[in-house]
């Protein structure tokens, strides 16, 4: 459905309207990790994870875990261990079809972040499993990332959204996890099941 207003489709319209970036931010591309992008992916507990199928249908997934849950293997190459979800997968089912992925590692509180675009492959039985043992549980499958290009991204976005802020945040903005399933995911389900489910104890769930 077309809601009005004029497309932006070449590139000398795109940067009539953003401009063009700076020499520095041109420059800050880099192939390889260097020591600052390994103090940052150790202290990072997020990491957002955007992928792509074949056909371009494109996919964003977060993964979570105590800090440092993403390993450097080498200065291009990074590790991330998959923990039990919800069994969709949809990422990995991209990049059987198309290895490029993009990652933004990021650390509480900070307004930057880290981004890494390459290509991964999926990998089963790692040598190294043992380092990304967390509660006993060694990953079954790891995301193995080789890094084409890594930069450091500003913090206008989480300035402006003053993500960090504790003032502003609003956690009954929307409704509760809970009720979201029951509205769109699990109808059969009484709600008061699903809070039980989501409640205190879902935490002791996420390792398995």
């Known amino acids: 459905m077309d809601h009005g207003g004029i497309p932006v489709t070449t ?3 795109l940067e009539a309207i ?3 970036p ?3 931010v041109q420059r800050k591309v880099r192939t390889a990790l260097h020591d600052i992008d390994r103090q940052w992916i150790a202290a990072s507990p997020l990491c957002f994870i955007a992928t792509a199928d074949a056909a ?3 996919d964003v997934s977060p993964k979570g875990d105590p800090a440092g849950f993403a390993i450097v293997l080498d ?7 998959e923990r039990p979800g919800n069994r969709r997968a949809d990422g990995f089912h991209n990049l059987l079809e198309n290895p490029h992925v993009g990652l933004i590692f990021v650390i509480p ?3 930057d972040t880290l981004r890494v675009n390459g290509r991964a492959r999926l990998l089963r039985d790692v040598p190294y499993a043992d380092r990304m043992r967390v509660r006993r549980h060694e990953p079954r499958l790891v995301l193995e990332v080789s890094v084409d290009e890594v ?3 500003c ?3 989480f300035l402006r959204s003053k993500t960090w802020e504790p003032e502003t945040w609003n956690a009954d903005a929307a409704p509760r996890r809970a009720l979201i399933a029951h509205a769109l995911e699990r109808p059969d389900e009484p709600v008061e099941a699903l809070e039980e489910y989501y409640g205190p104890s879902y935490a002791e769930k996420i390792y398995g």
């Open 155 to 157: 913090s206008k976005a």
């Open 109 to 111: 509180g900070r307004g």
């Open 22 to 24: 700076l020499p520095a």
């Open 11 to 13: 590139v000398d319209e």
């Open 75 to 81: 200065e291009t190459t990074i590790a991330i261990p």
């Open 151 to 153: 930069f450091f991204h």
């Open 18 to 20: 953003v401009g063009s």
């Open 56 to 58: 371009g249908n494109a």
